[in-house]
Nanobody, 123 residues
Framework: QLVESGGGLVQTGGSLRLTCAAS????????IGWFRQAPGKERDFVAA????????YFADSVQGRFTISKDNAENTVSLQMNSLKPEDTAIYYC??????????????????WGQGSQVTVSS
């Protein structure tokens, strides 16, 4: 139901754009979020967008560098990542949730997950 694309290898300071393609049914959920997981670490929140109104949330570590947007016509959510740092290296996952009520930064509040896309930032 969720397919990520756009990962890859980039140098420090570079940019990448990840896209999460969802089915029309999945896009009718309340929100889509991006999380990332580095080797040996927990899955961390990156950003989320509320689908009906476009309200966005960001982790402090990416605030000002990353943006999240949605395309209602294409049923996609994109994560634009600028000024990338080596510590941004991780597998990035998009996720969708059905429920409202906050906690958009918590992985356990999401119901559907994509397969992940590797992002590697070289120093």
């Amino acid at each position: 139901q969720l397919v990520e694309s756009g990962g890859g290898l980039v140098q420090t300071g570079g940019s990448l754009r990840l896209t999460c393609a969802a089915s029309e049914r999945t896009f009718s959920n309340s929100a889509i979020g991006w999380f990332r997981q580095a080797p040996g670490k927990e899955r961390d929140f990156v950003a989320a967008i509320i689908l009906p109104d476009g309200i966005t949330y960001f982790a402090d570590s990416v605030q000002g560098r990353f943006t999240i947007s949605k395309d209602n016509a294409e049923n996609t959510v994109s994560l634009q990542m600028n000024s990338l740092k080596p510590e941004d290296t991780a597998i990035y996952y998009c996720a969708a949730r059905r429920n409202w009520g906050g906690r958009y930064g918590y992985a356990d509040s999401y119901d559907f997950w994509g397969q992940g896309s590797q992002v590697t930032v070289s120093s």
